[in-house]
């Protein structure tokens, strides 16, 4: 079993307790996938609920269930952590597809033929490793890049894939914005149905902007988030890793992924501030106590306190009027097809065509032929006969192929 599954296997319960004590506080994640799959179901004009999306490294289903809830049906969650994925409260009506791992995504994928793939704060689990058992970022990077244009590869060429993960990624990078996106014109998320909590009031309160503009704008507006934090990061690789049994190892988005794709799909990245939002401080103590696994493997546990003043220390903790928030940010990527005219898929579907149509127009006029001259041995209609076998299994052969 892969290192990080084995982690997970362990960790689960806690994990999916800390979900269900707070189920909305990490909403800020998931409102621009939202946005954005507003803005995708309105381009191409299909009712919300028809949209099929694949949710990958779903865990217990914390995205599957808030898009479920916000009206989109046609999900399949892929997993391959059974203690993660097992008795999932949250989660009860959406299709899970365990797997044995990642790797086997892109067969299941195929099969689904989603309009969008969505992966919430899994990529960085993506890690590989040297003959002698230390992390290779190199191997890692190669592999999380070989994962995405996989995953693309199994879908049409409309297809589209968004990752939400912790973010290594620095300086000016070479690829369009979130908001170059074709799809924010008629967008907007106000129809969101499940919040009728503070934030959908203070989400709702448009500025006449769109897109990750707008979004940025809100949360500034009511939380104040330091755009270039990295708060994430830091708690993963200096309190996490070295204050939990468990440990919490990392391969986050990296200039080299996003760059090496970019070369093959078109790509877009933004990153964004979503503290995690909660009622109380007291309830914020508890969900990051047990979501990061501090209790797990209780002997050299720290207390909640401990975990607390950590999360102070790093200046992650913030409370204003009634709701306490824990420092949070990610690095949110849209990777498209490049030019779908031209893909690979479609090359294979017209060079299909033009097979089945030379086929159709042999056997047409082998027809017209015989019927005309009456003549069935003739060496012009032998040779057409064998003409229309040749191009008919050459059109055969590119359908399994593309099936496959
Ligand atoms: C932090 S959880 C996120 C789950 C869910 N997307 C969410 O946002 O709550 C990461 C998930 O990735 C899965 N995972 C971790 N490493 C993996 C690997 N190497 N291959 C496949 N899945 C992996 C885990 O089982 C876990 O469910």
Redesign the pocket.
């Known amino acids: 079993m ?1 290192k ?2 084995e982690r ?1 296997s362990r960790k689960a319960k806690e994990y999916k307790e800390a ?1 269900l004590l707070a189920p909305d506080s990490r909403i800020l994640e998931i409102i621009p996938i939202i946005a954005i799959l507003d803005g995708i179901v309105k381009k191409i004009g299909i009712p919300k609920k028809e949209l099929k999306i694949v ?1 990958l ?4 289903g ?2 599957s269930s808030l898009l479920y809830d916000n009206g989109f049906y046609n999900i399949t969650s892929i ?3 059974n203690q ?1 994925s097992f008795g999932a409260e949250i989660f009860k009506k959406i299709t899970l597809y365990p797997i044995p ?2 790797t086997v995504a892109p067969h299941i994928i195929r099969s689904i033929n989603p309009n969008v793939i969505i ?4 990529f960085h ?3 590989e490793y040297s003959n002698e058992g230390n992390i290779s970022v190199n191997k890692s990077i190669k592999f999380q890049e070989e994962v995405i244009c996989n995953c693309m590869e199994a879908m049409n060429d409309l297809g589209i894939m968004i990752i939400a993960d912790l973010s290594d990624i620095s300086g000016n990078i070479k690829v369009k914005k979130i908001d170059d996106l074709d799809i924010w014109g008629e967008s907007t998320i106000t129809d969101m149905t499940i919040y009728d909590s503070d934030i959908s009031r203070w989400l709702t309160k448009s500025d006449d902007k769109k897109g990750m503009e707008w979004y940025k704008n809100a949360v500034n507006r009511n939380y104040y988030v330091d755009d270039n934090c990295n708060f994430s990061l830091k708690w993963f690789r200096d309190i996490v890793n070295t204050n939990t049994k468990i440990g919490h190892d990392d391969i986050a988005l990296s200039n080299t992924l996003i760059e090496s794709v970019s070369k093959s799909h078109e790509v877009f990245y933004e990153k964004y501030a979503c503290p995690w939002v909660f009622d109380s401080l007291e309830l914020l103590k508890k969900f990051i106590f047990k979501k990061f696994g501090f209790n797990v493997n209780e002997q050299n546990a720290i207390s909640m306190e401990d975990c607390f003043s950590f999360a102070q220390q790093l200046g992650g903790i913030n409370e204003q009027r009634d709701t306490a928030t824990f420092g949070w940010d990610l690095g949110l990527v849209v990777i498209k097809k490049k030019n779908a005219l031209f893909s690979q898929k479609t090359i294979e579907k017209n060079v299909q065509f033009m097979l089945v149509g030379i086929c159709v127009v042999l056997i047409l006029l082998l027809i017209a032929k015989a019927g005309m001259a009456k003549v069935y041995l003739d060496i012009g209609f032998i040779f057409q006969t064998l003409l229309a076998f040749f191009f008919g299994g050459l059109a055969s052969h590119a359908l399994n192929k593309t099936k496959n």
């Open positions: 892969h990080e599954i997970f979900l949710d490294m779903a865990g217990n914390y995205l997993e391959a952590c993660m791992d990642i992966s919430v704060a899994s689990h993506l890690i």
